[in-house]
């Protein structure tokens, strides 16, 4: 499997804010940090299943644990241009615990929903592994010989 490094046009803003929250909630000392947040998130959408409609990065985090996706299907259909609810759908499943609330968001919020789905597809197969710099040639300077060095600090 190779993990996704373009993000299709569609998702980059909303997935550079998904990526930027699941980030900063990673936390190696305290690594429960996330989990915990995700939860309470997911408690918060329960209880009121519109709550994120327009913020599909929440949306998505509160979701993350309640919803599988089958990604290595997914990945088999053309992402590059956004797909319709219909061509997703099929590859997600949802908790028990979460049936009620994800299917009133699916009739009240669908592009809410395949938007947050995509978004949490593309993150699990995403590799943020930062790409190698290109070596620049440089000449070094003579901080000796330079008009700003003081030498009465």
């Not at 993000?7 to 980059?12: A, C, K, Q, V």
């Not at 997935?15 to 408690?43: A, C, G, H």
């Not at 949306?59 to 061509?87: C, F, G, V, Y």
Request: charged share 25%; with cysteine.
């Amino acid at each position: 499997m190779q993990a996704e490094k373009n993000i299709p046009d569609y998702l980059t803003d909303d997935f550079s804010m998904y990526l930027e929250n699941v980030t900063s909630l990673t936390d190696p000392e305290n690594p429960e940090l996330l989990s915990i947040y995700l939860t309470n998130l997911f408690e918060q959408l329960k209880a009121t299943p519109l709550l994120f409609t327009g913020m599909v990065d929440q949306l998505a985090m509160a979701i993350t644990t309640k919803i599988r996706i089958d990604s290595k299907n997914l990945a088999q259909i053309d992402l590059s241009s956004e797909p319709l609810w219909e061509d997703v759908k099929p590859f997600v499943g949802v908790h028990a615990d979460a049936r009620a609330c994800v299917t009133q968001i699916m009739k009240e919020a669908q592009q809410d929903l395949k938007v947050a789905v995509l978004l949490i597809h593309f993150y699990n197969r995403y590799d943020a592994t930062p790409l190698k710099a290109e070596e620049v040639d440089v000449e070094q300077i003579d901080d000796y010989n330079s008009d700003d060095y003081d030498e009465n600090y």
